[in-house]
């Protein structure tokens, strides 16, 4: 299983972190780390640019974050039409940050930069997945 | 240092469509950098072409645009870094002259957006973040820039009327440029009243894709002064790359790739922010204005909001920002937009601006970013 069911639109599929979607698809949101210096990464990178190792543990991220900050999308672009409005936010967790969507049942309006986070799997229509924010 | 001269400045009428192809957009740029310089298309010795190529549909336009210029045999090649290219364009011609490879050196930018139809754009629109990781979740480029701002509204008590002011400024400027799109002047309701894009973001807190071109002359000094008798000297260059991701920003309350380059075009040019008489920024959003202010010292972080509130960014206030309206009022045109910020500030320290001229202008300053902060490039210029 490539990225091709990942998120609203998928624009590429093949990659080495692959993996990430088998652990999404079982309910855990993952990030890598280097086996040989111990730096971590999200989005995920297969390969350690610091050591130049490519053996890299996958550990999931659990846990609260906090909203960095959020936006309302109106318009979205080809493939979006019909999924706006949503809102896109990053969240701020233990040593990495996370871009993702806040989940639909979070109106605007009860949205603080600040707030706590948690961040998990989401099932979309047509068989895709993604994952997104909920409230912490 | 000061041995690399700007010669020549020029652009092409700004527009949302040109009705023209991308050759003859670009030498309409071409025309006004060249007019009243003493050499001819034989003396330019290399050229720079610079574009977004998502959105040519000409495959490889360097090839084109020399050979309608009549710039063959002499090398031509592409630069890209999305907005910001034609300011990564000069750069990379100043290091050309510098490194004695060739004399005199064009660059190029352009940009013909509605060679898209619109649906073709928002689909380049969808593919501007990282297409694994970000662009699955609908990211776009306003998108990116309104959670700068809605960052910058917790951080710092920023509101979306600070915001608007900046469009006011801006369209106030615009609309005595005869090159801009847009050249009418909005208020403050206007702008507030508009639809939102994405929050907090609204219609005329964005710039709008536009068709255009610039051209940059750049000569080694003992030459420039040959070719004209105002040469501006590019006294600082400055350049850095952000993160593709949003989740890899250390920070949403500025950009790192301006504030890095502007640190390095402080220190080559050995001139503080405050020696800068006119600046250009790349105010692709309202917000992108404030966060340059602050990104560039003109403002302490936090304090940018003070200067257009005290409208210190007017042209007869102590830091004159975007006096020709910006990219809010001259339409976006993204390979082009670099060289046209840079011609600007060649006419305001030649004291020849039309528009609005500040006064016995001497050091400018141009503010190009590309994308969502990933690519900065800052220009310092003396006369």
Same mark, same amino acid.
């Given at each position: 299983?490539?990225?091709?069911?990942?998120?609203? *639109?998928?624009?590429?599929?093949?990659?080495?972190?692959? $993996?990430?979607?088998?652990? !999404?698809?079982? /309910? %855990?949101?993952?990030?890598?780390?280097?086996?040989?210096?111990?730096?971590?990464?999200?989005?995920?990178?297969?390969?350690?640019?610091?050591?130049?190792?490519?053996?890299?543990?996958?550990?999931?991220?659990?846990?609260?974050?906090?909203?960095?900050?959020?936006?309302? *999308?109106?318009?979205?672009?080809?493939?979006?039409?019909? $999924?706006?409005?949503?809102? !896109?936010?990053? /969240? %701020?967790?233990?040593?990495?940050?996370?871009?993702?969507?806040?989940?639909?049942?979070?109106?605007?309006?009860?949205?603080?930069?600040?707030?706590?986070?948690?961040?998990?799997?989401?099932?979309?229509?047509?068989?895709?997945?993604?994952?997104?924010?909920?409230?912490? | 240092?000061?041995?690399?001269?700007?010669?020549?400045?020029?652009?092409?009428?700004?527009?949302?469509?040109?009705?023209?192809?991308?050759?003859?957009?670009?030498?309409?740029?071409?025309?006004?950098?060249?007019?009243?310089?003493?050499?001819?298309?034989?003396?330019?010795?290399?050229?720079?072409?610079?574009?977004?190529?998502?959105?040519?549909?000409?495959?490889?336009?360097?090839?084109?645009?020399?050979?309608?210029?009549?710039?063959?045999?002499?090398?031509?090649?592409?630069?890209?870094?999305?907005?910001?290219?034609?300011?990564?364009?000069?750069?990379?011609?100043?290091?050309?002259?510098?490194?004695?490879?060739?004399?005199?050196?064009?660059?190029?930018?352009?940009?013909?957006?509605?060679?898209?139809?619109?649906?073709?754009?928002?689909?380049?629109?969808?593919?501007?973040?990282?297409?694994?990781?970000?662009?699955?979740?609908?990211?776009?480029?306003?998108?990116?820039?309104?959670?700068?701002?809605?960052?910058?509204?917790?951080?710092?008590?920023?509101?979306?009327?600070?915001?608007?002011?900046?469009?006011?400024?801006?369209?106030?400027?615009?609309?005595?440029?005869?090159?801009?799109?847009?050249?009418?002047?909005?208020?403050?309701?206007?702008?507030?009243?508009?639809?939102?894009?994405?929050?907090?973001?609204?219609?005329?807190?964005?710039?709008?894709?536009?068709?255009?071109?610039?051209?940059?002359?750049?000569?080694?000094?003992?030459?420039?002064?040959?070719?004209?008798?105002?040469?501006?000297?590019?006294?600082?260059?400055?350049?850095?790359?952000?993160?593709?991701?949003?989740?890899?920003?250390?920070?949403?309350?500025?950009?790192?790739?301006?504030?890095?380059?502007?640190?390095?075009?402080?220190?080559?040019?050995?001139?503080?922010?405050?020696?800068?008489?006119?600046?250009?920024?790349?105010?692709?959003?309202?917000?992108?204005?404030?966060?340059?202010?602050?990104?560039?010292?003109?403002?302490?972080?936090?304090?940018?909001?003070?200067?257009?509130?005290?409208?210190?960014?007017?042209?007869?206030?102590?830091?004159?920002?975007?006096?020709?309206?910006?990219?809010?009022?001259?339409?976006?045109?993204?390979?082009?937009?670099?060289?046209?910020?840079?011609?600007?500030?060649?006419?305001?320290?030649?004291?020849?601006?039309?528009?609005?001229?500040?006064?016995?202008?001497?050091?400018?300053?141009?503010?190009?970013?590309?994308?969502?902060?990933?690519?900065?490039?800052?220009?310092?210029?003396?006369?």
């Amino acid at each position: 299983m490539g990225f091709e069911n990942f998120g609203t *639109v998928s624009f590429t599929t093949e990659a080495k972190a692959t $993996d990430f979607m088998t652990y !999404l698809e079982a /309910g %855990k949101v993952m990030a890598t780390r280097c086996k040989k210096c111990g730096a971590s990464y999200f989005p995920p990178k297969s390969d350690c640019p610091r050591c130049l190792s490519s053996d890299v543990d996958w550990f999931e991220i659990k846990g609260k974050g906090e909203l960095a900050s959020y936006t309302l *999308v109106n318009y979205g672009p080809t493939g979006f039409e019909n $999924d706006a409005p949503y809102i !896109l936010a990053l /969240g %701020k967790f233990d040593g990495i940050q996370i871009f993702a969507r806040l989940s639909r049942d979070i109106e605007e309006k009860d949205i603080q930069v600040g707030m706590s986070l948690v961040v998990s799997p989401v099932k979309l229509p047509d068989n895709r997945i993604a994952y997104e924010f909920k409230k912490g | 240092m000061a041995d690399v001269a700007i010669v020549g400045a020029g652009q092409s009428v700004f527009s949302r469509s040109c009705g023209v192809s991308i050759r003859e957009l670009s030498f309409e740029a071409f025309k006004e950098a060249m007019e009243g310089l003493d050499i001819t298309s034989n003396d330019i010795d290399a050229s720079i072409i610079c574009s977004a190529p998502e959105y040519d549909k000409q495959r490889s336009p360097a090839g084109l645009i020399s050979e309608y210029l009549e710039l063959t045999p002499k090398p031509s090649f592409y630069v890209e870094t999305v907005c910001s290219s034609s300011s990564t364009g000069l750069r990379v011609a100043w290091s050309l002259v510098k490194a004695g490879l060739h004399r005199v050196v064009a660059v190029i930018g352009f940009q013909k957006m509605s060679e898209l139809s619109s649906r073709e754009a928002a689909e380049r629109m969808g593919r501007g973040g990282d297409i694994i990781w970000e662009s699955p979740f609908g990211l776009t480029m306003p998108a990116g820039y309104a959670m700068y701002a809605r960052a910058h509204m917790a951080e710092y008590g920023t509101t979306e009327e600070h915001l608007a002011k900046v469009r006011v400024k801006n369209s106030h400027y615009g609309a005595t440029n005869p090159k801009a799109t847009y050249r009418k002047e909005l208020s403050l309701e206007d702008i507030l009243n508009s639809e939102v894009i994405t929050s907090p973001l609204k219609k005329f807190d964005c710039c709008a894709n536009a068709d255009g071109s610039s051209c940059v002359i750049v000569a080694r000094g003992d030459v420039a002064k040959g070719i004209t008798s105002t040469p501006i000297w590019i006294i600082g260059l400055g350049a850095a790359t952000d993160t593709m991701t949003m989740a890899g920003r250390e920070s949403l309350t500025g950009l790192r790739c301006a504030q890095e380059a502007g640190k390095q075009a402080y220190q080559m040019a050995g001139v503080k922010p405050q020696d800068i008489d006119v600046a250009e920024v790349h105010d692709c959003f309202t917000i992108s204005e404030i966060l340059a202010y602050e990104d560039l010292g003109f403002a302490k972080p936090g304090e940018g909001v003070g200067l257009i509130e005290e409208k210190q960014t007017y042209a007869d206030g102590k830091m004159p920002v975007n006096v020709d309206g910006g990219l809010l009022s001259k339409g976006h045109p993204i390979g082009a937009t670099g060289g046209s910020q840079i011609r600007t500030i060649v006419r305001q320290l030649r004291g020849e601006a039309t528009e609005a001229q500040v006064k016995g202008a001497e050091i400018g300053l141009v503010h190009n970013i590309g994308g969502i902060g990933q690519y900065g490039n800052v220009t310092i210029l003396r006369r």
